[in-house]
């Protein structure tokens, strides 16, 4: 899974928000506010990476049971697929 050209993250005013740049901007009308995980999980998924390869990232990174890990990682994956973000 990997973001789509076309959006990138932003840090407005102190918050990481998910923006749609270039033509995109003209396809996708708004922007996410990722909170300290998303913005993370944003980073793990500009390179083409699997869900699981981002689990264990989120694991590395934080002090979280793997459970939890995996649920936040396919909840955050759905969103992006669901708003056309990532591939």
């Not at 934080?62 to 973000?85: C, H, P, Q, S, W």
């Amino acid at each position: 899974m990997k973001i789509k050209d076309g959006f990138a993250k932003r840090n407005i005013a102190g918050s990481d928000i998910a923006v749609p740049i270039g033509k995109k901007a003209k396809e996708f009308n708004g922007m996410i506010t990722l909170n300290g995980t998303g913005a993370f999980l944003w980073d793990c998924f500009t390179k083409d990476i699997t869900t699981n390869e981002a689990v264990k990232m989120l694991l590395d990174e934080y002090e979280v049971d793997e459970i939890t890990a995996k649920r936040d990682v396919e909840a955050f994956a759905k969103m992006l697929k669901d708003n056309g973000i990532a591939e």
